[in-house]
DNA sequence: TGGAAGTTA
C-alpha cells in the first residue's frame, strides 16, 4: 500500500519565479563546517579571477563614483552579487580607508559579521584581526592601528557612538541587509542621518534586498531645494547570480497548513527527482509536529518498497546544537532530506543542497501592546518580502521549485514588507540608548519608521518610575513629549495630557530628587540614569545590578542577571521528559525561578564548568558558558561603579528584595479566582508552564521579568515576594490600601499602583 | 502546559 498522498493540488502561473537567492557571502561556522560538497564552476580559478566574475564587479568603478559624489547610496543589491564581500574592498583600493580611516561594514547578526570578515581576509591574504577584522560582543577582532575594513554587528555600532558620537574614524559606513529592519538597524539609520548633517565627509551605503530603495533614499538625502540634480543620496541596482525558482500556488485555500505540509511533502517525494525539501512552519511545537507525522508516513512508504528514503530533520532556534548540525550532514545518494524549520531558515541558516521549498505563508511575530506594556507572538501572514526570501532558498545551487499553500490571490494581499521591529517593540531599551547619546528630546529623533506614539509614552513612564530620566520636570517633560506628540493627533494628544498631568501632580521631595539625580532637562541622570544605560541590558536588570552592593549581594545578582539573558536553560529531549524533570527539580527552590537559576549556575561551577555534568543533569552547556562570559562583563561594569562586591552567603531574602529594587513594576497578587493580576494595570496573569512555581502552591506576591502571551497571558521568571517590600522599595510607585473583604465583611490592607493606567480612556 | 529570531565595549 502506498503511503497517502494528500489532496493538495498545485497549478502553476505562467511567469517564472523571482530569481532570487541566497547570499553567497553569508555563511555561518556551522555551514562552513558541512561536509556537503557545491560545485563551483570557479574553483580552479585564482581569488583575483573569482573576484573578477562577480556581477557586482562590472559596476566597480560606477559603485566608486557614486560614492565620492553622493553622501548615501542606496544598494539595491541581489543576493550573490558579492556586495558584502567586495565593495568594502574596492572602497579600501580606492583610498577610502587611508590615513588612519576605516572602512565600517554592519550586520544585524553575530556570525555574518565574523564569517564575512574571514571570507574578507582570505582574499586579500590578510591575517583576520590586522587589516581586515570584526568586531561584535565579547569578540574584537580588530587592531586600532592596522584594521582598515572592519565588519561589526549593528548593535555594536550603535554602542560605539557612545564613546565616539560622530564615529570620526569612518569614511564610510555599509549598512548590510538594512532591508530587514531589526531594531538596532533602524536606530543605527536615524543616527547616521544625525551624523551625516554634522559630517558631510562621512559616506553612507545602505545595501537593500528589496526594493525599500525609494524611502531609504529619500529618508537620507537632504536636498530640500526641490532640483533633482542636487540630491545627496541615489540608488544602485546590481542583478544577483541567481537561478530561477518556479512558484506553485494552492489551488484553493488549505484548512489545516501542518497537515498540508506534511502532504506536500510527500508528494513531492514521490513524484519528483533529487533535491532536498525546505519547509517553513511557525514554531518549535509545528515544527516537531511535522517531523514525527513525515517520519510515520516516510517508514509506511519504505515497507512499500520504495527505494528512496527520507531523512527528516527539524531545525528551530532553541533546538539543541547538536540537533541543529544535523541538517548541514551529507546524505547518502538514495536519501532525500526534509528540513522542517521556524524562520531560523529564513536568514539566519542556510542548508545546502535545497531544491524544493515549502511554505506555510505565516510566521511568528513580536507584537508589543503599549497599553499594557506587555510582549507577545502573533502567528500573522508573512510578507511579500518574506515570502520572496524563503522561495528563494530553492534556487541557491540550481533552478528550484516553491510550493505555497496560499493561493495566489492571498498572496497578492499580503503585505508588501514586514513591519519593522521597531513599530511593535517595548521601547524602554531604545529610549535609554538615545538618551545615552545625548539625545534628550526622543520624540524628536528623526525615526526611519516612527513607533506608536503610546509606545513611547509607556517607555518614559516606566524609565521614570527607575528613576532615569527626570521627565517629571515639568515644563521640559511638557514641552518635549508634548510638543511633539500633538503633531500625532489628538488622542495621542489627550493620553500624553492625562500623563504628564499625573506626574506633576506628584511632586518629589527636594532630596529624592538629588538621589535619584534628577535632571530638570529631561536628560539622563547623573549617576544613575547614564550607569543604566552603560549595561547591554533591559533596564530594570540594571537597576538591580547597580543596586546589589546595597543589599550585600552583588555577588548572587551578578549570576541571577546573567542567567536570566540565557534562554533553554533546562534542556528537556522529547522522549525523555520525565528523567530530565527529575534532574532539573533538584535544582529548584521554592522562591521561584531566580533562585533556582542561582542554584543552578553555582552547581555549573562548583563541578568546574564540565560539559559532561551539564549532560547528565540535562542543562545547557553552550547556554551555561555563555552565562559566564556575560557575568563577567556584568562584573566589569559593576567594579568600574564601585558597586561593592558582597555575597549574601546563602541568606535569600536579600537577593529577593534586590530583585524587587528593579522588578517592582512587574508585581502581580493571588486572587480566589486562581488566577495573578498585575498591580499596576489589574491584568490577569498565570504563571508560566516551565516555571518552578508552575504547579505548586502558588504564593500570594510575585514578580516576574516578562509576561509573553500565547493561549493566555504567562509570566516568566517568576519569584515569591513580600507585599512589604514593595511598599518599602517602590513607594513612588505603590501604596497601602484598605480593601473590603466581600465575604466575611472584614477590611484588610492591600497595594496599589500610584500611577494611573496610561491610555485608559 | 509551552517562546521566533536577533542584539549590546
New binding site residues.
Partial sequence: MAAPVGPVKFWKPGTEGPGVSVSEERQSPAESSSISVIYNPYASLSIEQQRQKLPIFKLRNHILYLVENYQTLVLIGETGCGKSTQIPQYLAEAGWAAEGRVVGVTQ?????AVSIAGRVADERGAVLGHEVGYC???D?CTDSQATRIKFL????L???M???PLLTRYSVLMLDEAHER???TDIAIGLLRKIQKKRGDLRLIVASATLDAEKFKNFFNQNDTGDPSKDTSVILTVEGRTFPVDIFYIQSPVPDYVKSTVETAMKIHQMENDGDILAFL????EVETVVSMLIEQARALSRTGMKKHLRVLPM???LPSPEQMKVFERVSHNVRKVVV????AE???TVRGIVFVIDCGF????AYNPKTAI?C?VVVPVSKASANQRAGRAGRNRSGKCYRLYTEEDFEKLPKSTVP?MQ?SNLA?VIL?LKALGIDNVLRFPFLSPPPAQSMVQALELLYALGVPSCKGGFCFRHSVLGSLSKLGTRTFTVAQKHVARMNSQPKPPGEMEREGLDMHCRLTEPLGMRIAEF???PMFAKMLLESGNFGCSQEILTIAAMM?I?NIFV?PPNQ?SQAARRHRKFAVEEGDHLTMLNVYEAFVKHSKSSQWCQEHFLNYKGLVRASVVRE?LK?LLVRFKVPKKSSEGDPDPVLRCIVSGFFANAAKFHSTGAYRTIRDDQELHI???SVL?AEKPPRWVVYN?V?????Y?M??VTAVESAWLLELAPHFYQQVAVQDQHKAQTHLSLTAKRAKVGDQ
Avoid: C, W
Fill in positions: 544585524p547578526r553575530r556570525v555574518a561584535i560582543r565579547f574584537d554587528t549593528d548593535g555594536m550603535v554602542r560605539e557612545m564613546a565616539d531589526t531594531l538596532y511557525t514554531g518549535q511545537e528551530y532556534a532553541g524549520a521556524t524562520n531560523v536568514t539566519s541558516i510566521v511568528k511575530l513580536r510582549e507572538l521591529e511593535r531599551p540608548q547591554p541590558l533591559n539573558q534562554q528537556i521528559k562583563q566589569k508560566h508552564p516551565t508552575y516578562e509573553i502571551q500565547t493561549a493566555k504567562y516568566r521568571d
